[in-house]
């Protein structure tokens, strides 16, 4: 069990933003962020274990007031509570999954919008659990470079490159946003499952693929999000990096347009490796994390009546 309680919050500087405690109180906060150090099975760059905290660390640099909202989100969000990293010591990927899903439901329960900070990618899936379990007609909106739909990679079935598959064992309605590398096999398997893919290449060359995202997506949404969905220019911070990926402002515009006409229910963000001495890959993360919580939260219709 975890040596430290995962209610447990934390105080700035440790925690997103460095709020001060009376914005950062789990018990009244509108937002809980998360971290799961978990790294077990990465393949090629190694490192994500850490991103969390330097996520964390470098939202402390972040301006509270964004300027394209106009407001300052964790204030309009009822406050953003970060809780202690699970302590995952001894566990396998089952083990987190399915420890985290039943931390997470303990939030939903208490109708807070749950961020977790995932190391690889399979570190989140309980959370997509969580909110699978807790909402009807979900979609789950996966934002990457991969498909991560094989049954198994390297022996195992909990390998990042088996994300999504372990998704699609509880749970059959997934959007794939951003993929511009898979194997055959996950191809086929896409197509078996009926799966919408809407690959980078397209994406690039499209000018309807947000409403297209949308159309494919049920009212309720769950946004995952591995950082090399972005082009390596701006996320060269993770391990398996592709080019040729989306750009800040197709992401930041599909996030808006998601929370104008969708009921974004919770997101993750996993696969940030940090690189010692380059910190714009996290300061990235930071901002996309903060600006999807602006959107979420009441300030978004605010946004849409400016015509953002």
């Not at 640099?61 to 970060?82: F, K, Q, S």
């Not at 001894?90 to 939030?107: F, I, K, M």
């Not at 380059?278 to 903060?290: C, D, G, Q, R, S």
Request: with cysteine; proline share 7%; charged share 20%.
């Amino acid at each position: 069990m975890n040596t430290v309680s995962p209610a447990t919050p934390l105080s700035p500087p440790r925690n997103f933003l460095g709020l001060p405690p009376d914005d950062a109180d789990a018990r009244t906060a509108g937002v809980i962020v998360l971290p799961v150090p978990f790294e077990e099975t990465s393949t090629f760059g190694h490192g994500s274990r850490r991103g969390p905290e330097a996520v964390i660390a470098a939202s402390n640099e972040l301006e509270l007031y964004d300027a394209v909202l106009n407001v300052e989100p964790y204030r309009v969000a009822g406050g953003i509570a970060t809780l202690s990293p699970m302590n995952l010591d001894g566990c396998d990927g089952q083990a987190v999954a399915d420890r985290l899903r039943e931390a997470v439901a303990g939030w939903l329960v208490k109708d807070r919008l749950v961020i977790v900070l995932g190391g690889e990618h399979t570190s989140v899936v309980g959370a997509i659990h969580a909110h699978a379990d807790a909402y009807e007609d979900l979609t789950v909106i996966q934002l990457d470079a991969h498909s991560d739909l094989r049954p198994e990679y390297l022996g195992s079935p909990w390998n990042h490159a088996c994300a999504m598959a372990r998704v699609l064992d509880f749970h059959p309605d997934l959007v794939q946003v951003g993929i511009r590398s898979q194997a055959q096999e996950e191809r086929a398997i896409a197509g078996a499952r009926n799966l919408q893919v809407f690959f980078a290449h397209h994406i690039h060359r499209s000018k309807d693929w947000i409403a297209d995202v949308i159309a494919a997506s049920n009212r309720n949404v769950y946004v995952t999000i591995d950082c090399d969905v972005l082009d390596p220019s701006i996320m060269p911070a993770t391990g398996t990096p592709e080019p040729d990926g989306l750009t800040w402002p197709q992401i930041d515009a599909l996030l808006a347009r998601l929370c104008v006409d969708r009921n974004v229910v919770g997101f993750d963000v996993s696969e940030l490796a940090p690189i010692p001495g380059v910190m714009h890959p996290e300061f990235t993360i930071a901002k996309l994390i903060y600006r999807f919580i602006g959107y979420r939260c009441p300030c978004r219709h605010r946004f849409q009546e400016q015509g953002g």
